[in-house]
């Protein structure tokens, strides 16, 4: 067990949204139980609850708890001439009784200071600040770094604690895929994950490293592609500034070898080609398969890939013959959020996809 190691249990992306789901459709009956996510930096936690909050049909607030004062919470006093007395305008980014129901995303709570997080604990524990309510059909998240990641964090006190449920949220490479081929992460960077699944997310409680690998700074470092072909320096002194200079010198060196292999869109037209011979080279091709295939999928680029496939089954490399095919089919059904979309369809009603399963069925059970 982790000196770090509160007790908390862990779940990945997707589990977390079904179960917190359906906490946020009873919130009506959960009385003031809120939610506190935590993880390392860059896992997701933030993009998690605006998944959850569109999968729900939630408005959704999120609160940077780091950049605001104790007042900004409670709001600014005004004078209540008829009473003789003081009263609190609430800030306008609080939900209002009229709005349709929501998330209430309170982000780097254990992060903030102090002062601030006294405000928010009076608005997690009662609901309310000063004369404001939070509406009864808004659910409270929270979220935070862990006490081991080098963030500047302080101990949540027990009664608000309790007043959680719990929850550290941890990285699935299957899920990232997933999301990545869906959100259009730079395909070679996908496969370079593939080859070296450890390096999605590589973070170390005691390294003095400020640049990481992580699922965000992938797809920070996604962004970089249009630079790749420009001005390879500038592209690697990016990657260097966003994943870390070990981690960017290795997809570089991946990357060399796209240069030595054929064009995918020869291979998927019948085209005359050499077939790749080393992992590395397998999985740039891959990647560079499916993204020819997804941007503009046909039955003839289908057809051809199945026979790019079937060349490595009697070879060392039979097994990625068998990923070749289930990674297409993860990647059009990701594009669309499901496996009968119409992508995926166009594969699994494919001849040479039924003759495959027939061929394989032993595999498949």
């Known amino acids: 067990m982790s000196e770090f190691d509160q007790g908390i249990p862990k779940i990945n992306i997707e589990d977390a949204i079904v179960l917190l789901s359906t906490i946020a459709t009873n919130v009506s009956s959960s009385g003031n139980q809120g939610i506190f ?22 408005e959704f607030i999120d609160i940077r708890l780091t950049t605001l004062d104790p007042v900004d919470l409670r709001g600014l006093p005004k004078i209540n001439e008829k009473d003789n007395i003081t009263e609190w305008i609430a800030p306008e980014f609080l939900p209002r009784a009229d709005d349709k129901s929501g998330i209430l995303f309170l982000d780097e709570i254990n992060a903030a200071p102090p002062s601030v997080q006294a405000a928010a604990y009076q608005l997690i524990l009662d609901r309310k600040i000063g004369s404001y309510r939070i509406p009864d059909d808004w659910v409270i998240i929270a979220a935070g770094n862990r006490l081991g990641d080098r963030s500047i964090t302080y101990q949540i ?14 990285v699935d490479n299957d899920q990232w895929y997933n999301w990545a081929y869906k959100n259009d992460i730079d395909p070679y960077i996908i496969s370079f994950i593939k ?30 592609q249009p630079l790749r072909d420009k001005d390879i320096h500038l592209y690697l002194k990016g990657l260097n500034g966003t994943v870390g200079r070990a981690v960017a010198q290795q997809f570089i060196a991946f990357l060399k070898h796209r240069n030595e292999l054929e064009d995918p869109e020869v291979i998927l037209s019948g085209g005359k080609f050499a077939y790749p011979t080393r992992p590395d080279q397998l999985y740039i091709t891959m990647g560079a398969l ?8 046909t039955d003839e680029k289908i057809d051809y890939y199945f026979d790019f496939a079937k060349y490595y089954e009697d070879t060392e490399f039979a097994d990625f013959s068998v990923l070749l095919i289930k990674e297409l089919i993860q990647a059009l059904s990701a594009k669309d959020g499901e496996l009968d979309s119409g992508y995926a369809l166009r594969v699994l009603n494919h001849p040479k996809y039924k003759q495959w399963v027939e061929n394989h069925k032993q595999l498949l059970l």
Do not use: C, M
Not at 157 to 170: G, M
Not at 290 to 297: K, L, P
């Open 195 to 224: 080859y070296q699944p450890n390096l999605l997310h590589q973070f170390d409680q005691h390294s003095t490293d400020v640049v990481f690998p992580t699922p965000r700074s992938w797809a920070f470092a996604s962004n970089l």
């Open 290 to 297: 499916i993204h020819t295939i997804i941007s503009n999928t």
């Open 157 to 170: 006190p027990t009664a608000l604690a309790n007043r959680f449920t719990h929850l550290e949220i941890i």
């Open 37 to 58: 996510l935590w993880g390392a930096p860059g896992i997701g936690k933030s993009d998690l609850v605006r998944e959850l909050a569109k999968r729900t049909d939630r």
